[in-house]
């Protein structure tokens, strides 16, 4: 009797990274620099293109602009800082299957900026009213990205390496880049607390 195999679909490399982030960074490690580089790729379209969106939709669109901003510098600033640690403190894994968890989280980031979309869209037909709801949405979908690149990373890393030394090294990546992206992303913060008045 032959076993059953499943069929692979086309976006099963999706649902195996937002379901087992581990054992999908550890295949895509494997896979060299271009499968790296291609989930890394559509994770930021999709965190650009819902930003993009997102802030359209709001009545300022700069405010989408500057919450995808301070993602950007926030992730430019630490993320390299990350990596160096890692290899420094020589964790338990590699620097390729590193740069794949870093890919993951942002995949995992893109899909749940995508996921705000339709309630921003909802959202604006219905609060017409309430500019300060809607020009929330961009940061929203900022804070979203930022949620998935803080601990998509560190559940990882902590699962192939479940020492002391890795679990310090996340915790601190985590806070650093939310410390950045809070100080960058402040001044669209106060412009959407400023509507709210």
Known sequence: MEPIVAERSALDFLTRALDQPAREALLVSRSGLFGVALRAALGACAVL??????????????????????LGIALVAVTPALVAVAIER??????????????MAALVAGVASLALLPLAAF???VARASPAILSAFPLLVALTALAAFALVPGRVIRSLDPS????????AYSVVLTAVFAYQAWPAFHAVLGLSR
């Open 90 to 103: 020589k964790l338990r894994l590699s620097p390729s299957a590193l740069l794949a968890v870093l890919s």
């Open 49 to 70: 293109a819902s930003g993009t969106l997102a802030g359209l939709l709001a009545p300022d669109p700069a405010l989408g602009e500057r919450g995808l901003l301070a």
């Open 164 to 171: 002391l030394g890795a679990t310090a090294v996340t915790n």
């Open 123 to 125: 959202v604006r037909l």
